[in-house]
Nanobody
Framework: QVQLVESGGGLVQPGGSLGLSCAAS????????MGWYRQVTGNQRELVAT???????NYADSVKGRFTISRDNAKKTMYLQMNSLTPDDTAVYYC??????????????WGQGTQVTVSS
């Protein structure tokens, strides 16, 4: 089974920084697009950033200039560097990846989520 495991969440003060990681494992032939989403309790899950297999990023307007998404294809790992954090960034952050398993078409997978709390 394909598994996405996130790490790096925690409590940060406003203006601080935090780095998230998402490692994919399992029977993986290839990984297409990967992305970070976030969700506040009671709200819809929203896009934060995506990155193609070639490394082309796409950011939500709310995080442009503050967040940086990257990936290491050899390690099957995606990263999100978050700077200048504000309380509005507080959410559960989810890793998402479109993955082709051995002998299958591409399917979407979600990680378990990691809590990011920005508070003084």
């Amino acid at each position: 089974q394909v598994q996405l495991v996130e790490s790096g969440g925690g409590l940060v003060q406003p203006g601080g920084s935090l780095g998230l990681s998402c490692a994919a494992s399992g029977s993986i032939a290839s990984i297409l697009v990967m992305g970070w989403y976030r969700q506040v309790t009671g709200n819809q899950r929203e896009l934060v950033a995506t990155i193609t297999s070639g490394g082309s990023p796409n950011y939500a307007d709310s995080v442009k200039g503050r967040f940086t998404i990257s990936r290491d294809n050899a390690k099957k790992t995606m990263y999100l560097q978050m700077n200048s954090l504000t309380p509005d960034d507080t959410a559960v952050y989810y890793c998402y990846a479109v993955i082709k398993t051995d002998g299958s078409r591409f399917n979407g997978y979600w990680g378990q989520g990691t809590q990011v709390t920005v508070s003084s």
